[in-house]
């Protein structure tokens, strides 16, 4: 028999397994370890010495470095994971009002130009290039019938 037939007989399913299993443990450990990091230089209450500290206990001393700070700040850790989620929920959530807000404005200035076409001050060709920058979003109804105004000379 040739070396790779051998190789699946010197290695046993329970060995694979234990090799498996030390994997996965040496993965979640690298998981745990990125975590810390990334929370250590989140975290606003450290001062520069105590994130550098903290940091430099994790890098040379890595398992009990790891294991000391979630001994000590690990309740804090979901506290400010928390947190930190709102805040960027809030942030999003301002943003879509924000966003959504800009749509009716749009409504608005398209109403405020139908009136000013009524009342017969622009237009209806002035009142469709108004109608067209709106859409488009270049610019209020004011300056697009002021553009409007100019433009219909030639």
């Not at 001994?71 to 809030?90: D, F, H, K, P, S």
Request: charged share 20%.
């Amino acid at each position: 028999m040739d070396a790779q037939t051998y190789l699946a007989y010197d290695y046993p399913l329970l060995g694979a397994f234990w090799t498996m299993l030390m994997i996965f443990l040496w993965v979640m450990w690298l998981v745990l370890l990125f975590r810390i990091v990334t929370d250590i230089f989140r975290d606003d209450g450290l001062n520069g010495w105590s994130k550098a500290g903290w940091l430099v206990f994790c890098v040379v001393l890595p398992f009990l470095g790891v294991f000391v700070y979630v001994i000590v700040r690990g309740r804090n850790m979901g506290l400010r994971e928390t947190t930190r989620a709102r805040a960027q929920q809030e942030q999003f959530d301002a943003y879509i009002r924000k966003t959504a807000a800009g749509g009716s404005s749009s409504v608005d200035e398209l109403a405020r130009l139908s009136e000013i076409r009524n009342r017969g001050a622009i237009t209806d060709e002035e009142f469709r290039r108004a109608k067209e920058l709106v859409l488009s979003g270049h610019g209020p109804a004011g300056d697009s019938g002021r553009a409007g105004t100019g433009t219909s000379a030639h």
